[in-house]
């Protein structure tokens, strides 16, 4: 956790890292809620001032929305035993090898940039614009004389687009089509769903082709499910947009699906989410992606599932 800031002037710290610092103890908390230390540790920091209590404030607003999980019963539907799993996951690890094997090599053959999991990489795109790529992911570039074209074919990518009126800037991720008016936005694409945040000036977001777009502003953010629903969006604070660059990942009302996808990034093997009513269920957090594993277990926590790690290169998510 990063270290508290204080001074004998008690001068207001960098409301940025401030909200860090909050986080880090939300993360300790939902990691271990029963720890009467992490609970003092919490009021502790509160108390320093008004500044500390406005920082907590706004993570305590992204943990309460659905901190405190949906408890909805699984209308009969059968629970999965860790032995019958066990049995199916050993059974099928070598139809699963192939199964991700073949998408990987023409995700290959399609990219243009692609990164490993865990690790994050900052490119140069010949018009001056800048992308951070995450962990895990891959974009395919078109630059032509009368637009730029970015395809996320996986994961998530930051960019910082470079002003040409004359060539339109747009991201294309699944269905979602992504134009830039002079701005930096976050997009990424997990387990079918599309999120777009924006760190400052206007995107328009066209969620399939044909339909009007949406016009979002700084801080603004919409996720767009692979089911034809009315997409989630809200608000956040500017230098919250893609927190995942500085290793935290903040969720609002995110499907487990999407965010086990996301979190997986930052973890060697693969995740295999065992049960969909699971990965249906809503969740808000901060989560810490230096630590994926331990923010795994955080995600599905309040639904009471198990995070197990079957080999060295697998682990697996059930109910039970």
Do not use: C, Y
């Not at 809200?234 to 996301?262: C, F, H, T, Y």
């Amino acid at each position: 956790m990063s270290n508290p800031v204080s001074g004998p002037d008690h001068s207001p710290a960098p409301e940025r890292l401030l909200f860090r610092e909050a986080a880090d103890l939300a993360i300790r908390l939902q990691n271990d809620p029963a720890n009467p230390v992490a609970v003092e540790m919490v009021r502790s920091w509160i108390a320093r001032g008004p500044d500390h209590q406005a920082a907590w404030a706004r993570v305590a607003a992204i943990h309460g929305m659905t901190g405190k999980v949906l408890n909805e019963q699984r209308n009969g539907a059968p629970l999965i035993s860790r032995r019958t799993f066990a049995l199916a996951g050993l059974l099928g690890l070598g139809g699963a090898a192939g199964a991700w094997v073949i998408p990987d090599l023409i995700l290959r053959a399609r990219a243009d940039h692609i990164t490993a999991s865990a690790e994050q990489r900052q490119i140069g795109l010949p018009d001056g614009s800048i992308v951070t790529l995450g962990p895990d992911s891959a974009i395919a570039v078109q630059m032509t004389a009368s637009g730029r074209r970015i395809d996320l074919l996986q994961g998530m990518a930051f960019f910082d687009v470079a002003p040409d009126t004359a060539r339109p800037f747009s991201v294309v991720a699944d269905q979602v089509a992504v134009t830039a008016l002079g701005t930096a936005f976050d997009v990424s694409l997990d387990a079918g769903f599309v999120q777009v945040s924006v760190d400052h000036g206007q995107v328009a977001v066209q969620a399939r082709q044909g339909d009007s777009p949406d016009l979002l502003a700084a801080g603004d953010w919409v996720t767009m499910a692979p089911e034809n629903i009315t997409p989630n969006r809200g608000q956040r604070d500017p230098e919250q947009i893609a927190s995942w660059r500085s290793g935290m990942l903040i969720a609002e009302n995110e499907a487990v699906s999407a965010l086990v996808a996301r979190i997986a990034r930052w973890q060697d093997g693969h995740v295999v989410l065992a049960d969909p009513w699971l990965g249906s269920r809503a969740v808000s957090g901060v989560f810490d992606l230096n630590d994926p594993f331990s923010a795994l277990e955080a995600v599905v926590r309040p639904f009471g599932a198990k995070v197990r790690k079957v080999t060295p290169f697998l682990i697996v998510i059930s109910p039970v």
